[in-house]
């Protein structure tokens, strides 16, 4: 065994695309398109070591070829602000309202626009159950972890209740980080954790504003 009487570096991991790839690339996605041919190279080679039938996904995005930058052709900017966004909208018409805090993590469920016809009980149980998947989504999008308390519409039904909470453990059980779920209350509330791994979408592309301190408000002095 080599040894040496200074500092050495004895182990570095792959690069990031590399790490994100080994952990997500699958028969699921059509393609990867990267704008850097150094690091497409080395992705590529990875992915022909280890899943050599994905390596033809892997593909190279000529920057001085095309007309507009990787981001604005596929519009990942657009995408990236929405996943920043407070309030997420449901196909049926409700909506999700997510607000974090230093202790925990709050999605409000609302059926905005979704009031249905007739039977109130089944559109507030079909409002939820979309909620429950979106929800799901959202935690892995946007990487939060620690205490989350979701605030579904109130349903009278407890066979309803269950099958929201159902739904709510199957959608995130396609997330790789560890999470743990308890049961729908009468309120409609659900508590769940979900391990911190990282610092969170949010807190990883933003900072603190100088102006209200982080509190969403500048309060008037002078009063």
Do not use: W
């Amino acid at each position: 065994m080599a040894k040496s009487n200074q500092p050495r570096l004895i182990y570095r991991d792959l690069d990031l695309a590399v790490r994100v790839l080994r952990e997500e690339l699958n028969d699921d996605y059509r393609g990867v398109l990267i704008d850097d041919r150094v690091l497409y190279e080395k992705v590529r080679e990875y992915v022909l070591a280890v899943n050599p039938e994905l390596a033809d996904r892997i593909e190279f995005y000529d920057r001085t070829a095309e007309e507009l930058p990787l981001f604005e052709r596929y519009f990942v900017h657009e995408q990236l602000h929405r996943a920043l966004d407070r309030k997420v909208f449901l196909p049926s018409g409700g909506s999700l309202i997510i607000e974090r805090t230093e202790a925990l993590t709050v999605v409000d469920v609302n059926t905005g626009k979704n009031v249905g016809t007739t039977n109130l009980e089944e559109t507030v149980f079909r409002n939820n159950l979309e909620a429950a998947e979106e929800v799901a989504r959202q935690l892995r999008l946007r990487d939060i972890g620690g205490i989350i308390v979701i605030d579904f519409i109130d349903m009278e039904s407890k066979v309803n209740r269950e099958a929201v909470a159902s739904a709510l453990r199957q959608a995130l059980s396609r997330d790789k980080t560890r999470t743990q779920v308890f049961d729908i209350s009468e309120l409609g509330l659900v508590e769940m954790t979900r391990k911190r791994v990282n610092e969170g979408l949010l807190e990883s592309v933003s900072k603190i504003c100088s102006m209200c301190d982080g509190r969403g408000f500048v309060v008037e002095t002078g009063l």
